[in-house]
């Protein structure tokens, strides 16, 4: 769906890893070599040790510390949608560690995350939105993608979508 609504004039170059090539190290290879990525997978939060939070490839987790370890500080921008990855703490939430923001703290200028399990449907149609939103004049930028997630919660809100059936994303970031 993302490289059909971003194909020409986009000039964009994918690399696409489906359930049967997504090994942690094919994972990391691709983080390593591109700098606007976009998740679709499992994710979970450990709330006792938040650096082995972490998002299921094929042959197990790739942690929060894995993905920290790897030199992001050329990403431009990361899309985690992904139960779980911008989850707080009740008790200390302005200390919590999660994935998104471990990716920002590891150098990454603009990451969307998910603060609760995401409904595979409703993430869907919530990515295509924002892909159209976010590129909407042809230009890819990470410094409208808060505003691009903000006009499509409420694209979905018009759609009438309940809000126990919308994904809470945060966007984190510039």
């Known amino acids: 769906m993302i490289e059909h609504i971003l194909c020409p004039p986009y000039p964009a170059v994918f690399t696409k890893l489906t359930s049967a090539t997504s090994t942690t190290d094919a994972v990391c290879n691709a983080l390593q070599k591109n700098q606007w990525i976009h ?17 299921e490839m094929l042959n197990g987790p790739l942690s929060l510390l894995d993905i920290i370890n ?7 921008f990361v899309y ?18 999660h994935l998104a ?18 409904h595979d449907g409703v993430a869907y149609l919530l ?19 808060a505003r691009a ?3 499509t919660l409420l694209s979905l809100k018009r759609q009438k ?12 970031g510039i």
């Open 39 to 55: 998740f679709s997978c499992h994710g979970s939060q450990n709330f006792t040790e938040p650096f082995k939070s972490s998002l």
């Open 70 to 76: 790897l030199e992001l500080s050329n990403h431009e």
């Open 80 to 97: 985690l949608s992904a139960c779980q990855t911008a989850v707080g703490d009740i008790k200390t939430p302005d200390e919590m560690i």
């Open 101 to 118: 923001a471990g990716l920002q703290f590891g150098g990454v200028k603009s990451v969307i995350g998910t603060q609760w399990s995401v």
């Open 127 to 145: 990515a295509s939105e924002f892909y159209k939103e976010f590129c909407a004049d042809g230009v890819m930028d990470c410094t409208r993608a």
């Open 149 to 151: 997630l903000h006009q």
């Open 161 to 172: 979508i309940p809000l126990k059936e919308q994904i809470m994303f945060v966007h984190i």
